[in-house]
């Protein structure tokens, strides 16, 4: 029952009864109440939440919240007591991955810190990057075309 609170991290639970040593059978007790059914009884429980909240348990999403509640809940009910502390943390999010050329649509993978795009994208010509050892990393990679108001495209590897 306690594995779902393991492997999820999604809420730190302590012994209701905060005795001066720790219980050194707890440990067994979850052992002995860890099984693959029960382990797949949450997994079909977190499905049902996400299916409820448009697919998703992201974090920020109601289906995050509804899976930390389901969490704690299980905890509670096992006798812990149980916080849900708040913490920052940063995320970039990526609305579409992908350029159309020439009418095909292509996938592509930001690197970190890219800038995002205006709304709705930008539409503008392209013009290729030279391809060496390290397309894209220097000025040379640049140099002989005019890049003013296009697409650079640079193949990585």
């Known amino acids: 029952m306690l594995l779902a609170a393991t492997a999820t991290g999604l809420a730190l639970a302590v012994p209701a009864s905060a005795a001066p040593a720790p219980d050194t059978n707890l440990a067994s007790k979850l052992v002995k ?14 499905q049902r939440i996400a299916d409820a909240n448009g697919g998703t348990r992201a974090a920020d999403t109601p289906g995050y919240d509804a899976s930390v509640e389901y969490v704690a809940g299980k905890l509670r009910g096992a006798g812990f007591q149980v916080s849900t502390p708040s913490f920052n943390y940063e995320a970039t999010v990526y609305d579409a991955e992908r350029i159309t050329a020439a009418g095909v649509n292509y ?23 030279r391809e060496d050892a390290d397309p894209g990393c220097t000025a040379d990679d640049f140099a002989g075309s005019d890049f003013t108001g296009k697409v650079a495209l640079v193949r990585r590897g």
Do not use: C, D, K
């Not at 109440?33 to 977190?46: D, I, K, L, P, T």
């Not at 709705?120 to 290729?128: R, S």
């Open 33 to 46: 109440s860890v099984s693959g059914e029960n382990a797949h009884r949450h997994q079909r429980a977190f």
């Open 107 to 129: 996938r592509l993978w930001m690197m970190a810190y890219s800038p995002q795009t205006p709304v709705g994208g930008i539409t503008a010509p392209t013009a290729a990057a």
